[in-house]
């Protein structure tokens, strides 16, 4: 047959738009020292999916909150307290262990 112009390059793969957007937001956040609002954003889904599942153990507070938690979820208290209350969020090590603390919860839920 007869050639009709140049072959077309290959359409490029699909990107994944929303997850390189969220990785980006979060390497800004974290180099302009915003830690503490990252935390607070999944602090803030962790509380929602609690209220929703277990108002029970979200009507508590302070240190029975933590031990509740913990003793439903099958975690260390000391690491539910940690999760909860941060210290040292500017370290990047603490910081990833708060943020998948939470997560981890958020998910046992």
Known sequence: ??????????????????????????????????ASALHAAVLRLFQQ???RRAPELYALSGAAQEQAIAQALKLAPSRVGEA????????????????????LMRSRL
Do not use: K, N
């Open 49 to 51: 999916r609690l209220q």
């Open 1 to 34: 047959g007869q050639r009709f112009g140049p072959l077309q390059p290959a359409p490029e793969p699909r990107r994944r738009a929303l997850l390189e957007h969220v990785h980006a937001a979060g390497e800004f956040a974290w180099g302009r020292h915003r």
């Open 84 to 103: 909860l209350r941060p210290q040292g969020l500017q370290h990047p090590a603490s910081f990833t262990q708060s943020i998948a603390t939470l997560l």
